[in-house]
C-alpha cells in the first residue's frame, strides 16, 4: 500500500487539490501531477538550484522539499511571472543582458532573484548580487548577465532615494 | 535612409499580436541597418528567450507520454569485477515494477566505434555488462516500472553476484596493471607517432636552450545543468521507434541505435527537443539511449529515461584526463627551433560511439604546435584503458591542455633566456605576411590575428593599470599574477580534415533546406543541433538577410531525424559555419526564385532586382516594387502566371564542407592567492578574440564568457577523482565544485575580425575558445603571483594546498584538516 495524503496549494494563484504519496518531492508534484514542467531538476541534492521557488514567498529547492510539506501553501513558480506574453521586467532583462543560454537553469534563477529582489534596496551591488546569485549554478552563461539583469531590476524596482 | 521599423510596424498587424510585434520593434531598434538590410552584426534578441524565461522551454522530462514505463539503471559498484548472476525476482515483485531486463534478454547488443587504423584497437560496449564490468556505475540491468521511484525500489533489490577484481586506474600504473580488456596490451588503445622528423633529434642536442617539462590535467564532467535523457515510444502508424532525446546529434545517435539493433535508418526517428547544455557530453551516443529504444520497440510502450546527478558524475562519459612529456629547443632570441611531445590520455573503459577514444590523442598530436611556427616537430599521441567511464570530446578537446603546454614552454623559455615572454610569443606567433600557413603537421592556417590580439590584449591591461594594481597588491602582502594565453582553435571541421581521423563514419559536411511559404514566412531546416547557443536567432539573422525579410520571419527546425537531411549536429565549432552556410546557400537559391518572379511580374532584368526591407525593388527605377509575401502568393497559388518551366513552389537545399577555419585570441587575466587559505581569485579577465565576422554579438560574447569560466574552473577548481579501486569520489555536486557567480568576475572583451576565406559570411566558429584558452592564462598569472616562491606549477586544477606548500605553508597548519 502506498502512503498517501489528500491535499490542497495554491501555484501561482491557482487552487489546486491532488493525493500525493508521502515520499513524492514538490518538485516531482509541481512538474508531473500538476504540469508545472518550468521548474527544472538539475541535482536533485540541493546544489544547483535549478529547482528553486518561492513557498509562501521564501526561496525553496523544491526537491528537498516533499510535496505534502506544501499543503496548505502558496507556491510560486516561473509560469506565475509573465502576465500573458509580457514578460516581467526581471525577465526582460535576462533577455536583454543575455543572462540565458540553453535556459536549464533560467527558472531557478529568476524565483531566487525574485526573493532577493524583494528584499533588496537599490544600493544592491553587483558584489552583493553575485553572492546572492552563487545560491545557483549556470554552465552556460559565465554569470555576468545574470548579475547584470539582477542589477538593472534591483535599480529600476527601488530608485535611489525611493526606500 | 527607408527604416526597417516602418517594415516591422506594419508587418505586426497581420502577425500574432503582442509579444512578436514588439519584439520586431524592438529588433529594428537595435539591429544595425546599413540600408542593405543586413542582419549580420546585430544583437538581435534571441528567439529562444521568450519560452525559456516563462519556463515553456521543452526539455525531454517536459515530455510526457500516457502509461510510460520510467527507467532505473541497475550499475556496477565496482571498478572491475565478474558478474557471475544477476537474480530479479525479487525486483520483479515491488510494486510497480513491470520489467527487469538484462544483456541476455535484449540479444547482447553493443555499441562499437571504429578508427580504420592499424595503431588503433577497438573494444567492443556492451549496451548492459555481460560477463563483466568494467567501470563503477557501467550498466548492467535496467528496470522499467510506473514511475520513477518504484523503478528505483526495483533496482535495489535486483541482486547481482559480482567477484571483484583489482582496477586499473591510473595512467602511470595502467601498464603493468590487469587488462581492463583481456588481451589488451599494457593497456593501451592507440599509439601513434606522427610527423617525425629526423632532423628534430639533432635539433634537440643542439640547441643553445632545451625545455623539458611534464604537464597534466585533471579528469572533468562536461556537467551541463540538464543530464542526459530520453523517452522512446514505438509508433505503429509510422512503424518507426521514435527517441526524443537530449542530445547534439540526433542522426548520429539515430545511426547509434540502428546500428546496435541492427535496424534501418528509416525505423528510427531521433527529436532532440530543448537541450540545457551538452558541451560534448551529449555529441556521443550513450547506451542508455540505445537501451531504452529497444525497450520501447520490444514492449511497444513509452519508456523514459532521466538521467539523475550522480548518474551524470558517475555513469556518463567524462574527458581531460591529460600528461604531457615535452622537449622544446629554442635560440638564444627565444626562436622555437624543434618540438618532441609524448602525449598519453586517460581514457577510460571503452570507445564512446562514433568518435572513439582516439578523439583526444589525434587532436592533441595534430594540433600542439598552435599559433606558433614549430620548424621540427614529432609527437606520439596514446590512449590508455583504465577502469573508469569512457570519454567523450569535452568543450575544447585537448586544446586546453595543448595551449596550456604552449604557453607554459614560451614562459619557461623566456625566463631561462632572461627575455620579456611576450617578446618570446611574438617571435614564434606565424604573424602577418606568413598566412596561409602550413605548419608542421601538415595544418594549413588561414589568416588571422594572432600578434595583433596579443599587442591589443597587452596594451589594454597596460593602459587599465593592472599591472600597478598587481604591484600594489603585492606590497600589500597579497601574492597577485598577471598571465597570457595566445592561441588559435581550427573550427567548423568539414570532412576533408575528418577523413585523417580515419573515423569508422566521418562526419563534417551539413545540409539545410530552406522554404517560403506563401505567405512569404519561412522555415529553415539543418542537421545542426543548437542546445543554447542561439542558432533559431543567428540561422534567422542569416536567412532573413538573403531574402530581404525580417528574421521573425525566419523560423529554424532542428532536431529531428525526420525534418531534416542528415547532419552531424553541433559540437566542435561547427554550426554557425557549416550550418549557417548551408543555410545561407540555400537561402541564396530561394532569393533567386524570388528574384525571377518579381522581374518576371515587373519586366525587369532579374539581375536589377533587390530583396530587402520585404520588399523586391528594382535598381534605378523608384517606383517598382512589389511586396515579398505577394512573391510568394503568387509562387503558390498563381504558378499558371509564371513563365513556363518555372519551378514549382520556393525552396532549396543547400550543403557546406569546409576544410576548417582558424579563429584565434589572446586572454589576460589578473588573480590573487589568499596567503591564509590558498585560495586563487581570478579578479580581473580580458579576452581580445577574433572569430571572423561576427553574426550575433550578444551571442559571441555569451559564448565567450560561458567558455572562460569553464577555463577558470578546470584552471582551479574541477576534478572527478577516483580511488585506487576504482570509486568515484566525485558523485555530487558537494564533491565536484562547478564554480558560482561568486568565484567568476566580469570578463571584458575586445573583437577582431578576419573573415573566413571558405565561407560567403566569413563567420568562424568560436564555441570553444574561451574553454581553450583560460586554462594557460590562469594558470600562468598563479605562477605569476608565486613566481617569488620559485615554484612553477606546471598541473590543473591547482588547488589551494597547492599554493599553500608553494608559500610553505602547509594545509595542517590552516585548517588543522
Ligand atoms: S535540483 Fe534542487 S537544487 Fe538541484
Ligand atoms: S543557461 Fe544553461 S545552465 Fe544556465
Redesign the interface.
Same mark, same amino acid.
Given at each position: 500500500m502506498?502512503d498517501v495524503h489528500l491535499i490542497s496549494l495554491s501555484v501561482n494563484g491557482n487552487e489546486h487539490e491532488l493525493v500525493v %504519496?508521502s *515520499? *513524492?518531492t514538490l518538485a516531482?508534484m509541481l *512538474?508531473?501531477d500538476l504540469g508545472? !514542467?518550468?521548474?527544472?531538476?538539475?541535482? %536533485?541534492?540541493g546544489?544547483?538550484g535549478?529547482c528553486t521557488i518561492l513557498l509562501d514567498d521564501q526561496p525553496v529547492r523544491a526537491c528537498l522539499v516533499f510535496g505534502v510539506q506544501a499543503d496548505g501553501c502558496e507556491v510560486r !513558480?516561473?509560469?506565475g511571472?509573465?502576465d500573458?506574453?509580457? /514578460?516581467s521586467d526581471l525577465?526582460q532583462a535576462? @533577455?536583454?543582458r543575455?543572462g /540565458?543560454?540553453?535556459?536549464?537553469? !533560467?527558472?531557478g534563477f529568476?524565483m531566487l532573484a525574485e526573493a532577493y529582489l524583494s528584499e533588496a534596496d537599490s544600493s544592491a551591488d553587483?558584489e552583493s548580487v553575485? %553572492?546572492a546569485?552563487? @545560491?545557483? /549554478?549556470?554552465?552556460?552563461?559565465?554569470?555576468?548577465?545574470?548579475?547584470e539583469a539582477v542589477c538593472d531590476v534591483a535599480r529600476s524596482r527601488h530608485p535611489a532615494g525611493s526606500t | 535612409m527607408t527604416r526597417f521599423a516602418v517594415k516591422a510596424t506594419l508587418r505586426a498587424t497581420n502577425a500574432p499580436t503582442?509579444?512578436l510585434g514588439r519584439t520586431g520593434a524592438r529588433m529594428a531598434r537595435e539591429a544595425k541597418l546599413d540600408g542593405h538590410g543586413t542582419w549580420i552584426g546585430a544583437s538581435v534578441? #534571441?528567439k529562444?528567450? $521568450? #519560452?525559456?524565461?516563462?519556463?515553456? =522551454? #521543452?526539455?525531454v522530462?517536459?515530455v510526457?507520454r500516457y502509461g510510460a514505463l520510467h527507467a532505473a539503471f541497475v550499475r556496477s559498484p565496482y571498478g572491475s569485477a565478474t558478474v557471475n548472476s544477476i537474480d530479479v525476482a525479487a525486483a520483479t515483485g515491488i510494486?510497480g515494477v513491470h520489467h527487469v531486463l538484462t544483456a541476455a534478454d535484449l540479444d547482447n547488443p553493443y555499441l562499437l566505434a571504429v578508427l580504420e587504423r592499424d595503431e588503433f584497437v577497438p573494444t567492443t560496449m556492451p549496451l548492459l555488462a555481460e560477463s563483466e564490468v568494467r567501470h563503477a556505475a557501467e550498466p548492467v540491468a535496467v528496470v522499467l516500472a510506473e514511475d +520513477?521511484?518504484a523503478a528505483e525500489d526495483g533496482a535495489e533489490a535486483v541482486e547481482i553476484d559480482f567477484t571483484p577484481r583489482q582496477a586499473v586506474t591510473d595512467l602511470d600504473t595502467a601498464p603493468t596493471g590487469p587488462n581492463v580488456h583481456s588481451g589488451l596490451a599494457d593497456n593501451c588503445l592507440v599509439d601513434l607517432t606522427m610527423f617525425d622528423d629526423d632532423r628534430l633529434d639533432g635539433v634537440l642536442a643542439d640547441a643553445p636552450l632545451t625545455v623539458e617539462a611534464e604537464f597534466s590535467s585533471a579528469r572533468l564532467a562536461a556537467?551541463?545543468?540538464? =543530464?542526459r535523457g530520453c523517452l522512446a515510444e514505438w509508433d505503429d502508424r509510422d512503424g518507426q521507434v521514435v527517441l526524443h532525446a537530449s542530445t547534439q546529434v540526433p542522426h548520429q545517435l539515430r545511426s547509434g541505435i540502428a546500428q546496435a539493433l541492427g535496424l534501418p535508418e528509416s525505423t528510427v526517428r531521433v527529436i532532440a527537443p530543448?537541450?540545457?547544455?551538452g558541451?560534448g557530453l551529449k555529441c556521443v551516443v550513450g547506451r542508455e539511449e540505445v537501451v531504452i529504444a529497444a525497450a520501447a520497440a520490444r514492449l511497444r510502450r513509452p519508456v523514459k529515461w532521466v538521467e539523475?546527478?550522480q548518474e551524470n558524475l558517475t555513469a556518463s562519459f567524462h574527458g581531460h584526463e591529460q600528461h604531457y612529456a615535452v622537449r622544446a629547443a629554442f635560440d638564444t632570441t627565444g626562436r622555437l627551433l624543434g618540438l618532441a611531445a609524448d602525449i598519453r590520455c586517460d581514457v577510460g573503459a571503452y570507445s564512446a560511439f562514433p568518435f572513439t577514444c582516439a578523439v583526444e590523442p589525434l587532436m592533441a598530436a595534430t594540433e600542439l604546435p598552435g599559433a606558433y611556427k614549430v620548424p621540427a616537430y614529432r609527437a606520439r599521441g596514446r590512449a590508455i584503458a583504465t577502469n573508469k567511464p569512457p570519454t567523450a570530446p569535452y568543450r575544447g578537446v585537448s586544446r586546453p591542455q595543448i595551449v596550456l603546454v604552449m604557453e607554459r614552454l614560451m614562459e619557461k623559455a623566456a625566463a631561462a633566456l632572461d627575455l620579456d615572454p611576450l617578446e618570446v610569443r611574438r617571435r614564434n606567433l606565424i604573424s602577418e605576411g606568413e598566412f596561409p600557413y602550413t605548419g608542421a603537421s601538415g595544418i594549413t592556417y588561414d589568416e588571422g590575428s594572432y600578434r595583433e590580439s596579443l599587442d591589443l590584449a597587452e596594451k589594454t591591461v597596460t593602459e587599465a593599470g593592472w599591472y600597478s594594481e598587481r604591484d600594489e597588491l603585492r606590497a600589500a602582502g597579497i601574492p597577485a599574477g598577471i598571465g597570457f594565453s595566445c592561441f588559435s582553435e581550427r573550427t567548423a571541421y568539414g570532412t576533408p580534415i575528418m577523413a585523417q581521423r580515419r573515423m569508422g563514419m566521418t562526419p563534417g559536411y551539413d545540409t539545410a533546406h530552406v522554404r517560403m511559404d506563401p505567405t512569404g514566412e519561412v522555415i529553415v531546416t539543418t542537421g545542426t543541433c543548437g542546445? $543554447?547557443?542561439?542558432h533559431e536567432t543567428t540561422f534567422a539573422q542569416i536567412v532573413a538577410t538573403r531574402l530581404g525579410v525580417h528574421p521573425d520571419q525566419v523560423r529554424l527546425r532542428q532536431g529531428d531525424t525526420d525534418l531534416a537531411a542528415y547532419g552531424w549536429g553541433t559540437f566542435g565549432s561547427r554550426s554557425i559555419v557549416i550550418g549557417g552556410t548551408s543555410a545561407r546557400r540555400a537561402a541564396d537559391d530561394v532569393a533567386a526564385q524570388l528574384r525571377r518572379i518579381a522581374a518576371h511580374l515587373l519586366e525587369v532584368d532579374e539581375s536589377d532586382v533587390r530583396l530587402m526591407h520585404g520588399a523586391a525593388t528594382v535598381r534605378g527605377v523608384p517606383g517598382a516594387s512589389l511586396e515579398i509575401a505577394e512573391l510568394a502568393r503568387t509562387a503558390y497559388f498563381r504558378a499558371h502566371t509564371l513563365p513556363e518551366g518555372s519551378e514549382h513552389g520556393l525552396e532549396a537545399r543547400g550543403s557546406a564542407d569546409p576544410p576548417g577555419t582558424f579563429s584565434n585570441a589572446c586572454h589576460t587575466v589578473l588573480v590573487t592567492a589568499d596567503p591564509g587559505t590558498g585560495a586563487v581569485r581570478v579578479r580581473r579577465y580580458l579576452v581580445v578574440e577574433d572569430c571572423g565576422v561576427v553574426i550575433n554579438p550578444?551571442?559571441v560574447?555569451?559564448?565567450v564568457?560561458?567558455?572562460?569560466?569553464?577555463g577558470i574552473a578546470a584552471a582551479l577548481y574541477e576534478r572527478i577523482r577516483y580511488d585506487g579501486d576504482g570509486q568515484p569520489n566525485s558523485a555530487?555536486?558537494?564533491d565536484y565544485l562547478?564554480p558560482?557567480?561568486?568565484?567568476?568576475c +566580469?570578463?571584458q572583451i575586445t573583437h577582431l575580425e578576419t573573415p573566413c576565406p571558405y565561407t560567403e559570411d566569413g563567420a568562424k566558429g568560436m564555441g570553444e575558445g574561451?574553454t581553450i584558452g583560460a586554462p594557460a592564462a590562469v594558470l600562468n598569472a598563479v605562477n605569476d603571483a608565486l613566481a617569488h616562491t620559485g615554484v612553477a606549477m606546471d598541473h590543473i586544477p591547482v588547488r589551494p594546498e597547492d599554493v599553500l606548500s608553494s608559500l610553505s605553508r602547509p594545509l595542517a597548519t590552516v585548517g588543522g584538516t
Amino acid at each position: 500500500m502506498k502512503d498517501v495524503h489528500l491535499i490542497s496549494l495554491s501555484v501561482n494563484g491557482n487552487e489546486h487539490e491532488l493525493v500525493v %504519496e508521502s *515520499r *513524492r518531492t514538490l518538485a516531482d508534484m509541481l *512538474r508531473h501531477d500538476l504540469g508545472y !514542467t518550468g521548474t527544472h531538476l538539475g541535482c %536533485e541534492h540541493g546544489i544547483c538550484g535549478a529547482c528553486t521557488i518561492l513557498l509562501d514567498d521564501q526561496p525553496v529547492r523544491a526537491c528537498l522539499v516533499f510535496g505534502v510539506q506544501a499543503d496548505g501553501c502558496e507556491v510560486r !513558480t516561473v509560469e506565475g511571472l509573465a502576465d500573458g506574453d509580457q /514578460l516581467s521586467d526581471l525577465q526582460q532583462a535576462f @533577455s536583454d543582458r543575455h543572462g /540565458l543560454q540553453c535556459g536549464f537553469c !533560467t527558472p531557478g534563477f529568476l524565483m531566487l532573484a525574485e526573493a532577493y529582489l524583494s528584499e533588496a534596496d537599490s544600493s544592491a551591488d553587483p558584489e552583493s548580487v553575485r %553572492e546572492a546569485m552563487a @545560491s545557483n /549554478l549556470c554552465r552556460c552563461t559565465g554569470y555576468q548577465g545574470i548579475v547584470e539583469a539582477v542589477c538593472d531590476v534591483a535599480r529600476s524596482r527601488h530608485p535611489a532615494g525611493s526606500t | 535612409m527607408t527604416r526597417f521599423a516602418v517594415k516591422a510596424t506594419l508587418r505586426a498587424t497581420n502577425a500574432p499580436t503582442g509579444p512578436l510585434g514588439r519584439t520586431g520593434a524592438r529588433m529594428a531598434r537595435e539591429a544595425k541597418l546599413d540600408g542593405h538590410g543586413t542582419w549580420i552584426g546585430a544583437s538581435v534578441p #534571441r528567439k529562444e528567450d $521568450g #519560452r525559456m524565461l516563462r519556463g515553456s =522551454g #521543452r526539455f525531454v522530462d517536459d515530455v510526457e507520454r500516457y502509461g510510460a514505463l520510467h527507467a532505473a539503471f541497475v550499475r556496477s559498484p565496482y571498478g572491475s569485477a565478474t558478474v557471475n548472476s544477476i537474480d530479479v525476482a525479487a525486483a520483479t515483485g515491488i510494486p510497480g515494477v513491470h520489467h527487469v531486463l538484462t544483456a541476455a534478454d535484449l540479444d547482447n547488443p553493443y555499441l562499437l566505434a571504429v578508427l580504420e587504423r592499424d595503431e588503433f584497437v577497438p573494444t567492443t560496449m556492451p549496451l548492459l555488462a555481460e560477463s563483466e564490468v568494467r567501470h563503477a556505475a557501467e550498466p548492467v540491468a535496467v528496470v522499467l516500472a510506473e514511475d +520513477p521511484y518504484a523503478a528505483e525500489d526495483g533496482a535495489e533489490a535486483v541482486e547481482i553476484d559480482f567477484t571483484p577484481r583489482q582496477a586499473v586506474t591510473d595512467l602511470d600504473t595502467a601498464p603493468t596493471g590487469p587488462n581492463v580488456h583481456s588481451g589488451l596490451a599494457d593497456n593501451c588503445l592507440v599509439d601513434l607517432t606522427m610527423f617525425d622528423d629526423d632532423r628534430l633529434d639533432g635539433v634537440l642536442a643542439d640547441a643553445p636552450l632545451t625545455v623539458e617539462a611534464e604537464f597534466s590535467s585533471a579528469r572533468l564532467a562536461a556537467l551541463p545543468m540538464e =543530464g542526459r535523457g530520453c523517452l522512446a515510444e514505438w509508433d505503429d502508424r509510422d512503424g518507426q521507434v521514435v527517441l526524443h532525446a537530449s542530445t547534439q546529434v540526433p542522426h548520429q545517435l539515430r545511426s547509434g541505435i540502428a546500428q546496435a539493433l541492427g535496424l534501418p535508418e528509416s525505423t528510427v526517428r531521433v527529436i532532440a527537443p530543448d537541450v540545457g547544455g551538452g558541451f560534448g557530453l551529449k555529441c556521443v551516443v550513450g547506451r542508455e539511449e540505445v537501451v531504452i529504444a529497444a525497450a520501447a520497440a520490444r514492449l511497444r510502450r513509452p519508456v523514459k529515461w532521466v538521467e539523475d546527478r550522480q548518474e551524470n558524475l558517475t555513469a556518463s562519459f567524462h574527458g581531460h584526463e591529460q600528461h604531457y612529456a615535452v622537449r622544446a629547443a629554442f635560440d638564444t632570441t627565444g626562436r622555437l627551433l624543434g618540438l618532441a611531445a609524448d602525449i598519453r590520455c586517460d581514457v577510460g573503459a571503452y570507445s564512446a560511439f562514433p568518435f572513439t577514444c582516439a578523439v583526444e590523442p589525434l587532436m592533441a598530436a595534430t594540433e600542439l604546435p598552435g599559433a606558433y611556427k614549430v620548424p621540427a616537430y614529432r609527437a606520439r599521441g596514446r590512449a590508455i584503458a583504465t577502469n573508469k567511464p569512457p570519454t567523450a570530446p569535452y568543450r575544447g578537446v585537448s586544446r586546453p591542455q595543448i595551449v596550456l603546454v604552449m604557453e607554459r614552454l614560451m614562459e619557461k623559455a623566456a625566463a631561462a633566456l632572461d627575455l620579456d615572454p611576450l617578446e618570446v610569443r611574438r617571435r614564434n606567433l606565424i604573424s602577418e605576411g606568413e598566412f596561409p600557413y602550413t605548419g608542421a603537421s601538415g595544418i594549413t592556417y588561414d589568416e588571422g590575428s594572432y600578434r595583433e590580439s596579443l599587442d591589443l590584449a597587452e596594451k589594454t591591461v597596460t593602459e587599465a593599470g593592472w599591472y600597478s594594481e598587481r604591484d600594489e597588491l603585492r606590497a600589500a602582502g597579497i601574492p597577485a599574477g598577471i598571465g597570457f594565453s595566445c592561441f588559435s582553435e581550427r573550427t567548423a571541421y568539414g570532412t576533408p580534415i575528418m577523413a585523417q581521423r580515419r573515423m569508422g563514419m566521418t562526419p563534417g559536411y551539413d545540409t539545410a533546406h530552406v522554404r517560403m511559404d506563401p505567405t512569404g514566412e519561412v522555415i529553415v531546416t539543418t542537421g545542426t543541433c543548437g542546445h $543554447g547557443q542561439g542558432h533559431e536567432t543567428t540561422f534567422a539573422q542569416i536567412v532573413a538577410t538573403r531574402l530581404g525579410v525580417h528574421p521573425d520571419q525566419v523560423r529554424l527546425r532542428q532536431g529531428d531525424t525526420d525534418l531534416a537531411a542528415y547532419g552531424w549536429g553541433t559540437f566542435g565549432s561547427r554550426s554557425i559555419v557549416i550550418g549557417g552556410t548551408s543555410a545561407r546557400r540555400a537561402a541564396d537559391d530561394v532569393a533567386a526564385q524570388l528574384r525571377r518572379i518579381a522581374a518576371h511580374l515587373l519586366e525587369v532584368d532579374e539581375s536589377d532586382v533587390r530583396l530587402m526591407h520585404g520588399a523586391a525593388t528594382v535598381r534605378g527605377v523608384p517606383g517598382a516594387s512589389l511586396e515579398i509575401a505577394e512573391l510568394a502568393r503568387t509562387a503558390y497559388f498563381r504558378a499558371h502566371t509564371l513563365p513556363e518551366g518555372s519551378e514549382h513552389g520556393l525552396e532549396a537545399r543547400g550543403s557546406a564542407d569546409p576544410p576548417g577555419t582558424f579563429s584565434n585570441a589572446c586572454h589576460t587575466v589578473l588573480v590573487t592567492a589568499d596567503p591564509g587559505t590558498g585560495a586563487v581569485r581570478v579578479r580581473r579577465y580580458l579576452v581580445v578574440e577574433d572569430c571572423g565576422v561576427v553574426i550575433n554579438p550578444l551571442v559571441v560574447d555569451g559564448q565567450v564568457r560561458g567558455g572562460v569560466t569553464q577555463g577558470i574552473a578546470a584552471a582551479l577548481y574541477e576534478r572527478i577523482r577516483y580511488d585506487g579501486d576504482g570509486q568515484p569520489n566525485s558523485a555530487t555536486l558537494m564533491d565536484y565544485l562547478a564554480p558560482t557567480a561568486s568565484e567568476i568576475c +566580469p570578463i571584458q572583451i575586445t573583437h577582431l575580425e578576419t573573415p573566413c576565406p571558405y565561407t560567403e559570411d566569413g563567420a568562424k566558429g568560436m564555441g570553444e575558445g574561451g574553454t581553450i584558452g583560460a586554462p594557460a592564462a590562469v594558470l600562468n598569472a598563479v605562477n605569476d603571483a608565486l613566481a617569488h616562491t620559485g615554484v612553477a606549477m606546471d598541473h590543473i586544477p591547482v588547488r589551494p594546498e597547492d599554493v599553500l606548500s608553494s608559500l610553505s605553508r602547509p594545509l595542517a597548519t590552516v585548517g588543522g584538516t
